[in-house]
């Protein structure tokens, strides 16, 4: 059954921990990607990788770190730098490889609340 | 400027109603477009997506392409309640290594049984 998976599906920190949230998928795609979503607001890009060993920022990158170690694992870090970090994050991949046609899918989220 | 730009709604339609969703962008160099629907607590699922201008149709659903007025559009024929969601456009400049989606923040709507 290919697909994107992350957990948890919901995770509590406390001000001052560092957290990491998982994203796996079977689906053999090159690119992952993880956005954030606030209420009422569209998607941000956290972070995106489109090889293993290689990954970039997006647009809010503060706050935040990622490895690509694994083709099919993305994991991303919420540090204690990150200011405001509830939020419904979402991971999503993508076969990549340049074509104008690549279209992203995405895991079923993670909702993170800081107490 | 917004870069993708939706009306938030509330969208409210009748149940059999055609319900239409605008989109517009603001880059002119924009080539690939998509639809995600959101529902409530969901994470989006891909609905349409188009590359070229026209229409492109699939079941009820048919997205509408104008890259001259920089505006793409989703019509849903026969509304269903279970239609009722946040529809998302989310826009890439370009293939090649451009990976990037834009998303605009979405346009909620109500089918009313």
């Known amino acids: 059954d290919g697909g994107i998976t992350q957990s948890p599906k919901y995770l509590f920190r406390k001000e001052g921990q560092n957290v990491t949230l998982s994203c796996e998928q079977n689906?053999?795609?090159?690119?992952m990607y993880w956005y954030r979503q606030d209420p009422g607001q569209g998607l941000r890009l956290i972070y995106y990788s489109q090889i293993v060993n290689d990954f970039q920022k997006g647009d809010i990158a503060e706050g935040y770190s990622v490895s690509r170690e694994k083709k099919e694992s993305f994991p991303l870090t919420v540090t204690s730098a990150q200011k405001n970090p509830t939020a419904f994050y979402l991971c999503?991949?993508?076969?990549?490889?340049?074509?104008?046609?690549?279209?992203?899918?995405f895991g079923p989220g993670t909702r993170l609340t800081v107490l | 400027q917004k870069e993708v730009e939706q009306n938030s709604g509330p969208l409210s339609v009748p149940e059999g109603a055609i319900a239409s969703l605008n989109c517009t962008y603001s880059d002119r160099g924009s080539q690939s477009f998509f639809w995600y629907r959101q529902y409530s607590g969901k994470s989006p699922e891909l609905i349409m997506s188009?590359?070229?201008?026209g229409d492109k149709e699939d079941g009820r659903f048919t997205a509408q392409l104008n890259k001259a007025s920089q505006y793409v559009s989703l019509l849903i024929r026969d509304s269903q309640p279970s239609d009722s969601a946040t529809y998302l456009c989310?826009?890439?400049?370009?293939?090649?290594?451009?990976?990037?989606?834009?998303f605009g923040k979405g346009t909620l709507l109500t089918v009313n049984p």
């Open positions: 689906l053999n795609h090159d690119a």
């Open positions: 999503a991949s993508s076969a990549g490889q340049g074509r104008s046609t690549d279209t992203q899918y």
């Open positions: 989310a826009v890439r400049r370009s293939g090649g290594s451009n990976y990037k989606l834009t």
């Open positions: 188009i590359y070229s201008n």
